[in-house]
């Protein structure tokens, strides 16, 4: 095991991200808001959420054949798509479904406070490591319209080949770990529970007061 739980993964990961200017750190639910808690704890700097949600395949709901923003970026891998042979009419019904959640999920976890301005700053998309890619890079789709003056997406770990892609659709990509035999985020922590509702509203409270 690489970490003992996301708080220790993300105190790990912050020592990558010493030196960043103006950060503000942007957390994917739930879990992710843990790893960015732990962060922008360190760096001194706010934390809000970007929320995305993975659209799962039919008869798996783990396996991700693409993502969607709150606001409607979406995301498709084409090829595995194609290759289990997915309808249209599907995807657009799954798009629809966690569009809902997402909205629902943001709603829930603002409370009511608004989007921090990311005009002039390097924002920190966080998560609590990368698999496909899917949900991280949704929300990179609905950063890029907030003319941050850098995007970073920093995990604790994830395959190398994903972090290759990622280095082409942000300013930088920063990864603790990139290990060779990849199958599972939660494989490299000895604890990961499941990260409550109640627990990312408390958090988000708790970070109002830095």
């Not at 991200?17 to 760096?43: E, Q, S, W």
């Not at 798996?60 to 009419?89: M, Q």
């Not at 005009?119 to 941050?148: H, N, P, Q, Y």
């Not at 994830?158 to 892609?165: G, H, I, K």
Request: aromatic share 6%; with cysteine.
């Amino acid at each position: 095991m690489l970490f003992k739980d996301r708080i220790e993964a993300g105190r790990k990961l912050a020592k990558k991200l010493k030196g960043i200017k103006n950060p503000v750190c942007l957390a994917v639910p739930r879990g992710g808001v843990v790893i960015g808690a732990a962060v922008a704890d360190k760096l001194k700097c706010p934390l809000d959420i970007i929320v995305a949600r993975k659209l799962g395949a039919p008869n798996n709901s783990e396996l991700a054949i693409g993502a969607v923003s709150a606001e409607g970026d979406l995301v498709i891998d084409e090829s595995l798509v194609k290759k289990l042979g997915i309808r249209h009419e599907y995807i657009l019904s799954k798009q629809e479904d966690q569009m809902k959640e997402a909205e629902r999920r943001e709603k829930i976890y603002r409370s009511g406070r608004n989007k921090l301005s990311l005009k002039g700053k390097s924002a920190i998309l966080l998560d609590d490591g990368l698999a496909t890619g899917a949900t991280m890079e949704a929300a990179v789709r609905s950063v890029k319209r907030r003319k941050a003056a850098k995007i970073i997406v920093a995990v604790p770990v994830a395959p190398w080949e994903t972090v290759e892609r990622f280095k082409e659709l942000v300013d930088e990509v920063v990864v603790f770990s990139k290990p060779e035999s990849f199958w599972a985020i939660g494989q490299f922590y000895s604890e990961f529970p499941q990260v409550s509702d109640e627990e990312v509203i408390k958090i988000l409270k708790q970070s109002e007061f830095r």
